[in-house]
């Protein structure tokens, strides 16, 4: 439905007894679910379940030493508006930070060396030749196929395609490794050979498909974006962060939730839709001292990642809960790494970089966390977040923290130039936390939401599905819950 549809000031039909809805799972899918519920329908009965002690999923931000330090995500990109706007309407709109101007640029590890990311360069597609050429990162043969890419025909058959094949394919096996491979996993912790370009990079499918090549389109694009003029007003840059890291963006979201709504501890056992179309939720305190709860509700929102989402709906919909099941998903640890500034001989002149898998480093990137954004460490101290593991390196997370916080702090010291010590070192853990869209993934959410569609009162949201994003994972929860509502409002009117 279209978001004109339902607006926070719009008033719901009157009903003789309020709407019951229960959203199961409190990450920012979840919460932005529940927030949106509340905007539309105030006087809506909620309760949203969630397992653990705290809201926010995978986001989480520590203080410590003066340090803020992101467990998970540490800002989020303004070119989809959803998490933008939701900061807006929770009061936080003032409170967004842009990244530093005097250091907006990234690295890749070449050949044990960091080298900068070539202007204008755009995970598959150069808006600027030049850089490219003019860049040591690519050998004299790989620039001549990367410029012959404007010569490539486009694939004949339709169809997924695996990411990797798409980019060998237009730009060669070269600039593959070494520049699409490493941005790729950096975004999504993912072997691009199984990646699906439909699910993960639709747009430059549709510019090979329009243009006929990528650097054709890029070209194309550019020069249409010079011509246009300044827009008007305050913009963001790219990335954003709440100046009180993402923890305080789930606070306030938090916040504007009834009393009462949120059960912390309480795990959700089963589901079931009724004979009147009403559902059953069969929930325990997680210390499971305590009896089951059977309780009625008009609607859920299942917002749990997809492997619970699929053993709730295993009794209601058994192809549902197997195309749930068959959404691989790949873990990942972050180790944030903190020294003097004087222990560093790089210039820390970006933001941070990536590593290609050829380098055999043992690790997917890393992020100057301080530089990116101010307050992130006392003066004359310098945070770093190295990030391990993936679908690429799964072995790694079976390591300890010790031998992790060893392989993060050797490949700092070696790229930076970091003599001694860190003086402070965090490893997070994030065990299947990333879901992988593997090819076919586009077919395999359509048969998932068209087999939720078959069961009246149920929406399902996350990042299991489309864009794992935080504005496209708070998309999908505002969705579910303006669905909900558009059935729930439906049948008050024809009740």
């Avoid at 030493?65 to 989020?76: P, V």
């Avoid at 204008?120 to 620039?143: H, N, Y």
């Avoid at 486009?154 to 980019?167: K, N, Q, T, V, Y």
């Avoid at 959404?327 to 500034?341: N, T």
Wanted: with cysteine; proline share 5%.
């Amino acid at each position: 439905m279209k978001e004109a549809a339902l607006h926070p000031r719009a008033s719901p039909p009157a009903a003789a007894e309020s709407p019951r809805v229960a959203v199961i799972g409190g990450g920012i899918s979840g919460l932005a679910a529940a927030h949106r519920l509340c905007e539309l329908a105030p006087r809506l009965h909620l309760t949203l379940f969630e397992a653990s002690d705290r809201l926010g999923g995978v986001l989480e931000t520590i203080h410590r030493d003066g340090f803020l330090i992101e467990k998970s995500a540490d800002n989020f990109i303004t070119s989809f508006p959803w998490g933008v706007d939701l900061c807006r309407r929770v009061g936080l709109g003032d409170q967004l930070l842009s990244t530093s101007d005097e250091h907006r640029q990234a690295f890749v590890v070449s050949r044990g060396k960091l080298r900068k990311i070539p202007d204008g360069f755009l995970i598959m597609a150069p808006t600027r030749l030049w850089p490219v050429i003019a860049s040591p990162i690519l050998s004299p043969l790989g620039k001549l196929r990367l410029a012959l890419e404007k010569f490539v025909r486009p694939r004949a058959e339709g169809g997924d395609e695996s990411l990797a094949s798409f980019a060998r394919r237009r730009m060669g096996r070269e600039a593959y490794e070494r520049l699409v491979q490493p941005l790729v996993g950096g975004i999504y912790t993912a072997d691009p050979e199984r990646l699906s370009v439909l699910a993960t990079m639709p747009r430059f499918v549709e510019m090979e498909r329009q243009h006929g090549s990528l650097l054709a389109a890029a070209l194309k694009n550019r020069r249409a974006q010079a011509a246009k003029s300044a827009d008007s007003g305050a913009r963001y840059s790219m990335f954003v962060a709440p100046r009180e890291g993402m923890s305080s963006l789930v606070d306030a979201v938090a916040a504007r939730l009834p009393r009462g709504a949120v059960r912390f501890g309480s795990r959700v056992e089963r589901i079931a839709q009724r004979a009147d179309g009403r559902w059953s939720v069969l929930s325990a305190m997680s210390n499971a001292r305590q009896t089951a709860v059977e309780e009625i509700y008009d609607a859920v929102i299942v917002a749990a990642p997809s492997p619970q989402a699929a053993k709730l709906l295993e009794n209601i919909d058994a192809s549902l809960a197997a195309d749930l099941s068959g959404i691989d998903r790949a873990g990942a640890a972050v180790v944030a790494l903190a020294y003097d500034r004087a222990q560093i001989a790089h210039r820390l002149d970006g933001f941070g970089f990536v590593v290609p898998l050829v380098e055999r480093l043992n690790i997917l990137s890393g992020s100057f966390s301080s530089v990116k954004y101010s307050g992130r460490a006392p003066e004359g101290k310098v945070l770093c977040r190295v990030f391990l593991g993936g679908a690429c390196q799964r072995e790694l997370l079976d390591r300890d923290d010790a031998t992790l916080r060893r392989i993060a702090h050797e490949v700092l010291a070696r790229l930076l130039g970091i003599a001694g010590a860190p003086i402070l070192s965090e490893v997070v853990r994030w065990a299947n936390a990333m879901p992988q869209y593997h090819v076919g993934h586009v077919d395999r959410v359509a048969r998932i939401e068209a087999a939720v569609a078959k069961h009246r009162g149920l929406a399902l949201a996350g990042n299991a599905y489309r864009g794992v994003g935080v504005p496209q994972c708070i998309h999908s929860g505002e969705q579910a819950a303006e669905r909900t509502l558009a059935h729930l409002f439906a049948e008050s009117a024809s009740g």
